[in-house]
């Protein structure tokens, strides 16, 4: 029997028309195979302009399990990640991003871990990104562990495994690239116990990373240090959970 009983997945996606085909499919077929798992797939257009709209509404005609959620207009990374948390339904909540980027089949990494936590965070064993994101991320990572005092491998890889009862009254105070501090930050004051388990990173197949601009990483800086004032004052709530598991 498959841990949760019942699943939201979804996936934010700007211009990904060929990439989110593949793979929603391969999530729907892949949760189908969990006897006794109800789940759904909610597909977060996040104002796109290449036909993910229009793919993403024959997919919802195809497979009774999927939903398009549309943004009529990009509110990015952050504002398409609040939609799919408001959007879920299940249990448990899923999310990875829309560019194939990840293997959805390793959830099965993730499973056997959710009943012990209320959230299960996949880390990247490798990423497979250009050399500019790669110093990208290791900068916004080593600023995060100052300011903030989180402790993750790698806070915001795409891979994660919630409960829905504790997002469900949260509401989105950043946007962009701040979103996964944000959670963070407030699952921690919850006493959020997690863990963490590597999972496969595999190179983009088709479309454009549009994270690793100048203009998205200038953005993300000036949201880091603007978010950080915001929530200065709960500091102390902040970092590492009382409950969380030893760092792997």
Request: with cysteine.
């Amino acid at each position: 029997m498959p841990v949760p009983r019942s699943l939201s997945v979804f996936f934010p996606a700007h211009n990904e028309v060929d990439n989110i085909g593949p793979l929603t499919e391969k999530t729907v077929r892949f949760l189908r195979g969990k006897p006794g798992l109800t789940f759904e797939v909610i597909i977060v257009n996040d104002g796109s302009t290449d036909g993910t709209r229009e793919r993403a509404d024959e997919l919802a005609r195809a497979y009774p399990e999927v939903r398009a959620v549309h943004h009529d207009v990009n509110k990015g990374y952050g504002g398409a990640v609040w939609t799919g948390i408001r959007e879920s339904r299940h249990e448990a909540v899923f999310f990875t991003d829309g560019d194939g980027q990840f293997d959805v089949t390793e959830l099965d990494l993730l499973f056997p871990h959710y009943g012990q936590y209320d959230a299960v965070f996949g880390y990247r064993i490798k990423r497979a990104d250009p050399l500019h994101r790669l110093l990208f991320a290791k900068a916004w990572g080593l600023l995060i562990r100052i300011l903030f005092g989180f402790r993750l491998r790698d806070l915001d890889c795409a891979f994660k495994l919630i409960r829905r009862d504790l997002l469900a009254d949260l509401f989105q105070e950043t946007a962009g690239a701040m979103v996964t501090v944000e959670l963070l930050a407030k699952l921690t004051r919850k006493g959020l116990s997690y863990t963490e388990v590597g999972v496969h990173h595999y190179p983009r197949r088709a479309g454009v990373q549009s994270g690793g601009s100048l203009k998205v990483i200038l953005r993300a800086f000036r949201e880091l240090f603007k978010t950080y004032w915001k929530l200065r004052g709960r500091r102390p709530a902040l970092g590492r959970g009382k409950n969380q598991s030893p760092k792997p």
